[in-house]
């Protein structure tokens, strides 16, 4: 089993739907969660950042974890065009920073308008 | 203020030759570290700097080597190039105590 599983997709939502993106995780030793946003050719920007269950919202994203389930989420909402892009989950245990992040494969996302 | 920034942008090589690519992170980070994504294979780890030193290495061969420069700059290096290194090269900085990691926008190597 790999320790973070993802949807690579790709996932097609016309402008203005709600998306959601998920992981799940084998390591319960993971506190650390990001998502980053790639688009085509360039490199992985960060999204969101949290270390507990629960949510975080940051303007139209909201991460949420739930470390019972092992499960991660990104909710998208109003989606737009330029939202299309993939978008990677990365994982970490604490107290080793500097630890090499461990990413999910990435789901590709398509928002059409 | 600048971001992770890497040189050159894309890169060919013949099979068999060296390959070095450069990074210089964001002001103030001294981890360095960096990843090959390689196509439909994901983000895999190959090395982290900080302080000059070699902290963590992936599961790569040791052609795959680099180093960190005083100034926190870093290089990789991948000897012996072969077909299956053709990939999109990511530096990413942080600092130390902190996890979050900043991307550059990569380093494209073609081998041939």
């Known amino acids: 089993q790999k320790e973070v599983e993802q949807d690579p997709g790709p996932l097609s939502v016309p402008e203005g739907a709600i998306v959601s993106l998920n992981c799940t995780y084998s390591n319960s030793a993971f506190q650390y969660f990001m998502w980053y946003r790639q688009y085509s050719r360039k490199g992985p920007e960060l999204l969101m950042y949290t270390y507990s269950s629960g949510n975080k919202e940051d303007g139209r994203f909201t991460a949420q974890v739930d470390k019972s389930s092992k499960y991660i989420s990104l909710f998208i909402r109003d989606s737009q065009p330029s939202d299309s892009a993939t978008y990677l989950c990365?994982?970490?245990?604490?107290?080793?920073?500097?630890?090499?992040?461990?990413f999910g494969k990435g789901t590709t996302l398509s928002v059409s308008s | 203020e600048a971001g992770v920034t890497q040189s050159p942008t894309h890169l060919i090589k013949t099979r068999g030759q060296q390959a070095t690519l450069r990074c210089s992170p964001i002001?103030?980070?001294?981890?360095v570290y960096w990843y090959q994504q390689a196509l439909g294979l994901g983000l895999q780890f190959l090395l982290w700097?900080?302080?000059?030193?070699?902290?963590n290495r992936g599961n790569f061969p040791p052609r795959f080597s680099g180093r960190q420069f005083p100034n926190y700059s870093s290089e990789l290096n991948v000897n012996a190039l072969e077909l299956e290194d053709s990939a999109l090269y990511l530096c990413?900085?942080?600092?130390?105590?902190?996890?979050?990691?900043?991307f550059g926008q990569g380093t494209r190597l073609t081998v041939v």
């Open positions: 700097y900080d302080e000059g030193e070699e902290r």
């Open positions: 990365a994982m970490t245990p604490p107290g080793q920073a500097g630890t090499a992040l461990i």
């Open positions: 990413a900085s942080s600092l130390q105590k902190y996890t979050e990691a900043f």
């Open positions: 002001s103030g980070h001294t981890s």
